[in-house]
């Protein structure tokens, strides 16, 4: 499927200047406001396809020609929309919202203070340790925000295109100050997930000539996970695709060398602590007093994103941290 681009002008349009381009879209309200107005006329408007502006990479032939360039069209919806793309017959491409583009923002713990943790956010691999979608998501009841656990400063952005992702570089807890609050930015579009586990073994796997190798390797060995908890004996555990519950989180991941090979190595890691879907704007306290005992201990701060409009499972981000417990 080969499509181009066709400018339309008129009360519903909104000029879109990104990404090289200087082309008309329809934002989202403005689209269901045409759509409306073209179905009462007797006409469809029909959505053809979804695109996140990557450029064609390869032999794929399904793509949208804009002011000469190629971009990917992929079929299904994806995440929210950010606006809609003509292509002539009331016809349009969905235009996606992106997340998590370096968006780590400082935070204050609701402990204690914590270092700001600067750069990309760490994309999570495909066997993930939460549901893949929140049809099957319990949403926490959590409690407001108060907007006091993160001002906007440097290294921290928030816009429509992008997620805030509170940054926990250093924690330290005690007796009389046990909670470590895990909260969703009220300026976000997505549903958190939060995921808490300790790494525990690296093993090396297998080396590869080629990514694809080491890709179709991981693929071949990796198990999805869904979060299960045991209120008999309040463990937070995992459910894998083959119905076993664990309390282990098994990853592969691949690294290039510099030799131009690949090495598969697996990764383990128990799980700790998860919450539910968490709402923009909400908080959950975690009792990190309870849960880890006084010491020092290093653990991955695991968020996955879920969109609010379709349920679908976005993005995450997986940060390194150390949680103090005196």
Request: charged share 20%.
């Amino acid at each position: 499927m080969i499509l181009n681009y066709v400018e339309m002008e008129n009360q519903y349009t909104t000029n879109f200047n990104r990404k090289g381009l200087d082309i008309t879209i329809l934002k989202p309200d403005d689209f269901e406001d045409y759509k409306k107005s073209v179905e009462e006329s007797g006409n469809t408007v029909t959505v053809i396809g979804n695109t996140k502006l990557k450029p064609v990479k390869g032999d794929n032939n399904n793509y949208i020609i804009i002011q000469g360039k190629k971009f990917e069209v992929i079929d299904g919806k994806m995440c929210s929309a950010k606006g809609y793309i003509p292509v002539g017959d009331n016809q349009f491409v969905r235009l996606e919202k992106t997340y998590l583009m370096g968006v780590i923002i400082a935070s204050s713990c609701g402990i204690a203070a914590c270092g700001v943790i600067a750069g990309l956010a760490i994309a999570l691999p495909l066997q993930q340790s939460v549901p893949t979608t929140t049809s099957s998501l319990l949403m926490e009841s959590g409690s407001d925000w108060d907007g006091q656990q993160h001002l906007n400063g440097e290294g921290s952005v928030s816009s429509q295109e992008n997620t805030s992702v509170p940054g926990y570089a250093r924690v330290s807890a005690g007796k009389d100050r046990p909670f470590l609050s895990l909260y969703n930015p009220m300026e976000n579009t997505v549903n958190f997930v939060y995921a808490i586990t300790k790494p525990m073994d690296t093993v090396q796997e297998d080396t590869f000539t080629t990514a694809e190798q080491a890709q179709k390797y991981i693929n071949s060995h990796a198990v999805t996970y869904e979060n299960f908890y045991n209120a008999e004996t309040n463990e937070y555990l995992l459910k894998d695709s083959n119905g076993n519950v664990t309390d282990t989180l098994t990853e592969y991941k691949s690294i290039a060398n510099t030799d131009g090979t690949y090495t598969v190595i697996k990764v383990t890691s128990k799980m700790i602590y998860f919450t539910n879907g968490i709402s923009p704007g909400k908080s959950v306290d975690w009792n990190v007093y309870d849960f880890l005992g006084q010491g020092s201990h290093k653990v991955q701060i695991r968020i996955t994103t879920y969109d609010v409009e379709t349920n679908v499972q976005c993005y995450g981000a997986i940060q390194d941290t150390t949680i103090t417990v005196s």
